[in-house]
């Protein structure tokens, strides 16, 4: 049991106002091995990003200050963080839907009360599928290049400036690029499991990885009713 827990020693961090829930949960993550620490507001959370970025955030949405949704912005738009995987935490699911409309880029989010198992499960999932991706190295579709290695997209040596989910999903494409992609497949193999998520989601991040590639974006090609390909402009 030892030398299972001593695998996971990843750091996580726990940005979160109420003292109970960021205890209870920080104490699940402790008991599977994980490290973790605790921020009470976002303005300490994002100095602690800063310094050394955690492998996960746990954010909750209602904070004083400085919001989740606004750190998760600073997050995202940091580009020394915006890699880092973030669930976010919410007490109701109006307010899920209202940070899906914002397309914050929260890798996942659970509603308040949850089962901290859950949320272990959960995050479990999403470092298994980002440590994945570590392993592999550079892929290339003409001059669309992803790095792995340092985790970045160039567009005609253009740095792109992805979210950890958006890298994933291009990472996805360009390896199977010119195959259609069902957004159910997507969906699997990107977020990882079975989950809430419905494959809007799916739309919702393609939207923005397209807008984000600028020109590039036309090497994403939607099959109405069915997925995704990506494929060199005319390259066929
Ligand atoms: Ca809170």
């Given amino acids: 049991m030892a030398a299972c827990f001593a695998v996971m020693s990843e750091k996580i961090l726990i940005v979160e106002d109420e003292i109970d829930v960021a205890e209870l949960l920080g104490h699940h993550l402790r008991g599977e091995g994980f490290?973790?620490?605790?921020?009470?507001n976002g303005r300490v959370a994002f100095a602690i990003i800063k310094n050394q970025p955690p492998?996960?955030?746990?954010l909750d949405l209602m904070?004083?200050?400085i919001s989740g949704l606004e750190l998760c912005r600073m997050?995202?738009?940091?580009?020394?963080?915006?890699?880092?995987p973030i669930v976010m935490l919410s007490a109701r699911t109006e307010e899920i839907d209202r940070v899906l409309g914002f397309e914050l880029g929260a890798d996942d989010y659970v509603v308040k009360p949850f089962s901290?198992?859950?949320?272990?499960l959960r995050i479990r999932?999403?470092?298994?599928?980002?440590?994945?991706d570590k392993e592999q190295v550079l892929l290339r579709v003409g001059d669309l290049v992803l790095d792995r290695s340092?985790?970045?997209?160039r567009a005609a040596d253009r740095v792109i400036d992805c979210t950890a989910t958006e890298f994933k999903l291009l990472a996805v494409l360009m390896e199977r690029q010119g195959r259609v992609q069902e957004r159910d497949r997507l969906l699997t193999d990107v977020w990882g499991y079975d989950s809430v998520i419905d494959t809007r989601t799916v739309d919702t991040h393609m939207r923005r990885l397209r807008d984000k590639l600028g020109p590039h974006g036309s090497y994403i090609e939607t099959i109405r009713g069915f997925g995704y390909?990506?494929?060199l402009q005319g390259g066929a």
């Avoid at 490290?35 to 009470?40: D, F, K, L, T």
């Avoid at 999932?125 to 994945?132: C, G, K, P, V």
């Avoid at 340092?150 to 997209?153: A, L, S």
């Fill in 35 to 40: 490290s973790v620490e605790i921020a009470n």
């Fill in 150 to 153: 340092r985790h970045e997209v």
């Fill in 55 to 58: 492998a996960l955030i746990v």
């Fill in 75 to 84: 997050i995202r738009s940091n580009p020394g963080t915006s890699h880092v």
């Fill in 116 to 120: 901290p198992r859950e949320l272990v």
């Fill in 229 to 231: 390909r990506l494929a």
């Fill in 63 to 65: 904070l004083p200050e």
């Fill in 125 to 132: 999932a999403i470092l298994r599928r980002f440590s994945q």
